[in-house]
């Protein structure tokens, strides 16, 4: 049996919070364009030499960090981007603001195309840059950049602005921090983890006290779905997401999670032929989404319509234009051609109900952006389309709120 000795890392050199002009190290060709210090640690080990582990963090004109590069020798490069914190309309005593925290793996033992980066730096490796040439960060779809994990933190802060209750008593302080975080594998879509946190701290005549909850669900992709694999934590929150059948697809990507909410009522509609698309394209109008009869596509077009009932409400339109080109419509789209092809001949059983969606679709009304709002406008709120879209997507309001929600869609986390 041979026992295995494990290197010790030793502090070699460590430079704490210098002027960005003075950053001298081969592996940062470029800085970020907001950084106006850095900080630089490199360590060493004592059994292996040629070990080397450099970190460099960048920080803005106000001492926050806005990104960070990790080089360890054997492993892939790790770029950390924390994007700046953003403020959200409250209270008139209370502060809000959020950032999102990602970071990525990059391969530096590939062959790269010159197509891909530029030559240069420790391994022939340079970074593309992207966001305005501020952080190097490489597109998610580059084949040598893996997304480790993805983070959204959020922190209240409620101060009053007196306190009459004692004379020179210290006025009480409540913050509250909430983190969301993904934690990726394989698939670039679907995390292996995410995490849920809250920590409500209190501060009363100077003595502090907290209450922290926190959930971590573990997540399986399967053929074209995914699953909730198994779950831990505070009771309550686990509760409140576990009796929710579409908490599965609620904590993703918005345009992921549209995806598979989209995809999952096609499948119960028998549409799943047609291989329904989702697009996010975020407007100030009088919609929260639409589906394209013409290209067979599903468009949110809020942030809070990213939810199962409206993906039920879209999803039955879906079904609506499917069963009316599968009845032989005059004049129909190529999505109504494409359900005739690949769904067959309408049933017999539903001729009545696609005659009548027919009808509903010739007498659909056009320029609704125009109309400001759309329930007191009858030829809209009453047509056949949108009623069987409504009554369907009443059975799955339920399903809307889940924890966490108003946080989410508040920052398009």
């Not at 530096?108 to 195309?113: D, I, Q």
């Amino acid at each position: 049996m041979v026992t295995a000795i494990r290197a010790t890392k030793i502090l070699l050199s460590n430079v704490v919070k210098k002027d960005i002009k003075k950053l001298v190290t081969p592996m940062i060709e470029y800085t970020p364009g907001r950084a106006k210090t850095f900080s630089h640690v490199r360590l060493g080990s004592t059994e292996n030499p040629n070990y080397s582990h450099e970190i460099v963090s960048f920080f803005d004109k106000n001492n926050n960090i806005i990104g960070k590069v990790s080089r360890e020798t054997g492993k892939p490069d790790i770029y950390t981007e924390y994007e700046p914190w953003e403020n959200i309309d409250s209270a008139y005593d209370s502060i809000t603001k959020y950032r999102k925290i990602k970071r990525v793996a990059v391969s530096r033992n590939k062959v790269v195309p010159q197509c891909h980066v530029v030559t240069g730096g420790e391994t022939g490796f340079k970074f593309n840059l992207t966001k305005d040439n501020d952080l190097p960060m490489l597109p998610n779809s580059n084949i040598f950049t893996h997304v480790l994990s993805e983070e959204l933190q959020h922190v209240y802060k409620k101060t009053p602005r007196f306190n009459l209750s004692k004379e020179c008593e210290v006025a009480d302080q409540t913050i509250l921090f909430t983190g969301i975080t993904r934690k990726y594998g394989n698939n670039p879509e679907i995390p292996n983890q995410i995490s849920l946190k809250t920590n409500d701290l209190v501060i009363k005549n100077g003595i502090p006290g907290s209450n922290t909850t926190s959930a971590n669900l573990f997540l399986q992709k399967t053929a074209k779905d995914v699953k909730i694999k198994s779950y831990e934590g505070d009771e309550r929150t686990i509760n409140d997401i576990i009796n929710n059948p579409f908490a599965k697809y609620l904590y993703l990507r918005p345009e992921v999670k549209a995806k598979y909410l989209t995809r999952w009522y096609a499948r119960e509609r028998g549409l799943k032929p047609l291989n329904i698309k989702t697009t996010i394209k975020l407007n100030n109008g009088n919609s929260r989404a639409n589906f394209s009869s013409y290209k067979g596509v599903v468009c949110y077009e809020k942030p809070y319509a990213i939810v199962p009932s409206t993906a039920v409400h879209e999803g039955e339109h879906a079904y609506q234009f499917a069963l009316a080109g599968q009845n032989g419509k005059i004049n129909p789209t190529s999505y109504e051609k494409r359900a005739l092809k690949l769904l067959g001949e309408c049933p017999k059983t539903k001729k009545a109900e696609a005659k009548s969606y027919e009808d509903a679709i010739e007498n659909y009304p056009e320029n609704l952006n125009e109309i400001t709002n759309l329930r007191e406008y009858p030829p809209y709120w009453e047509n056949k389309l949108e009623k069987g879209a409504r009554f369907k997507q009443e059975q799955f309001k339920q399903y809307d709120n889940y924890p966490y929600r108003d946080f989410i869609e508040e920052t398009g986390f």
